[in-house]
T-cell receptor, first 112, second 116 residues
Framework: AQSVTQPDIHITVSEGASLELRCNYS??????LFWYVQSPGQGLQLLLK??????LVQGIKGFEAEFKRSQSSFNLRKPSVHWSDAAEYFC??????????FGAGTTVTVRA | GAVVSQHPSRVICKSGTSVKIECRSL??????MFWYRQFPKQSLMLMAT?????????EQGVEKDKFLINHASLTLSTLTVTSAHPEDSSFYIC????????????FGPGTRLTVT
């Protein structure tokens, strides 16, 4: 069955520390992969996407993600977190149609 | 570029009334628009897909007679919640896919619906 999983429901990180959010998918081929961020009461903003090519993808706001085919993963990273990065992060996947399938989301809390 | 707006951002209505939410692509033509529903602390659930000029395709379990979707132009889709009840209270988010684009969707800011 096709699925996308974000194993971490909530992550707390200190300002200035690094952040890594996990995303795994289950699919027989390489899907199209996205990371979105949602601030409270707001819509979703696209951080980055992977369709093909270089497996390390650079996005906005200093985020990057690495596609690892062998692990069926697309983890999101940021070297140094800012307080403004506190938000909900969603991994999303397009499998064999045009619809986005979302993970459950990871809430990131940034402590001073 | 690629801005999607929603109106209203927040609406409160009485049980039994209908509410219309608009979704507009401001600087591009959207052949396909999507409507999602999001409950507190949960992920987005796709409700329906609308293509300009044709009937919307609803996901399993979504009542098409309760959630009326119209995509009359390449820049506007509307979601009407008919005979709203408190259980319809939720955050509704639309997204739009540009003409010629394959998979990328641009999201609106969402509409908070509260039914009293």
């Amino acid at each position: 069955a096709q699925s996308v999983t974000q194993p971490d429901i909530h992550i707390t990180v200190s300002e200035g520390a690094s952040l890594e959010l996990r995303c795994n998918y289950s699919y027989g081929a390489t899907p199209y992969l996205f990371w979105y961020v949602q601030s409270p009461g707001q819509g979703l903003q696209l951080l980055l996407k992977y369709f093909s090519g270089d497996t390390l993808v650079q996005g906005i706001k200093g985020f990057e993600a690495e596609f690892k085919r062998s692990q069926s993963s697309f983890n999101l990273r940021k070297p140094s977190v800012h307080w403004s990065d506190a938000a909900e992060y969603f991994c999303a996947v397009v499998f064999n149609d045009y619809k986005l399938s979302f993970g459950a989301g990871t809430t990131v809390t940034v402590r001073a | 570029g690629a801005v999607v707006s929603q109106h209203p951002s927040r609406v409160i209505c009485k049980s039994g009334t209908s509410v219309k939410i608009e979704c507009r692509s401001l600087d591009f033509q959207a052949t396909t628009m999507f409507w999602y529903r999001q409950f507190p602390k949960q992920s987005l659930m796709l409700m329906a897909t609308s293509n300009e000029g044709s009937k919307a395709t609803y996901e399993q379990g979504v009542e098409k007679d309760k959630f009326l979707i119209n995509h009359a132009s390449l820049t506007l889709s509307t979601l009407t919640v008919t005979s709203a009840h408190p259980e319809d209270s939720s955050f509704y988010i639309c997204s739009a896919k540009a003409a010629g684009a394959t998979y990328e969707q641009y999201f609106g800011p969402g509409t908070r619906l509260t039914v009293t």
